[in-house]
């Protein structure tokens, strides 16, 4: 059975601002919530053949730290700007209370949350789905085609857009997708490459409690 492993990267001090495409790494916490779960994978034997990120440092680290916890530093790795963030434009380092008062909670909301509104010279959800998705098929899903084992480390919304599409999950019930940091969630496929089963490596508790800290952060 042909695997797929999504890791979303550690967390990072910008926990209350909009990230985006700026550069900025993970902190101490993160890293260890990294190996925490990389363990996971080392317990149950994974084997990697390959690992895809983004160019951004905080997935790279993210990457990075699974890879030397499981001993499989050597393994080949793709960098693509295709699997960043989405790119919040205008919003970009800005506060996410401090918005809300400059454009109101309904406008914000509506930028963070629906499919296909974008904030100011940024991307929506969908249009990260249309420059993450295509990559993934074309690279990613070409080396699991090949019998290959791969690890991914992303971001929240290309991973949900990457995840849309596996699942295949409508524009609207996206929006209330949520990715838990460091927990790796597996997808199996079938000779067809299609997602026959996928399932976190973490207890629900452990998925819902990281979710909980993510719901906490949109309101700060």
């Known amino acids: 059975m042909n695997k797929l492993v ?4 550690g967390l990072t001090e910008w926990s209350n601002r909009f990230t985006g495409w700026i550069d900025i790494d993970i902190v101490p916490e993160g890293e260890e919530m990294t190996k925490k779960y990389a363990l996971r994978l ?12 983004s160019v951004l440092k905080r997935g790279i680290r993210t990457l990075e730290i699974a890879l030397q916890v499981l001993g499989q530093e050597n393994i080949p790795i793709v960098k693509d700007w295709h699997l960043n963030e989405r790119n919040y434009g205008d919003l970009q380092g800005q506060n996410k209370a401090e918005t809300i008062k400059k454009y109101g909670e309904k406008q914000v909301k509506l930028w963070r949350r629906s499919y296909d509104a974008a904030p100011p010279n940024g991307e929506s959800l969908k249009d990260t789905y ?3 998705v295509p ?3 074309n690279a990613v899903l070409s080396e699991i085609k090949k019998g290959k084992t791969v690890i991914l480390s992303g971001h929240h919304n290309s991973l949900r857009a990457i995840i849309k599409f596996l699942d295949n999950i409508s524009d609207q019930d996206i929006i209330n997708l949520n990715v838990p940091y460091c927990i790796p969630l597996v997808y199996e496929f079938d000779e067809n490459l299609k997602p026959v089963k996928h399932y976190y490596l973490g207890s629900d508790e452990e998925v819902k409690e990281v979710i909980e800290s993510i719901k906490n952060q949109t309101k700060n």
């Open 135 to 137: 990559y993934f098929q």
């Open 6 to 9: 999504i890791i979303r990267h």
């Open 42 to 53: 080392k317990e149950k034997g994974y084997k990697f053949n390959i690992g895809f990120t």
């Open 130 to 132: 249309n420059r993450s």
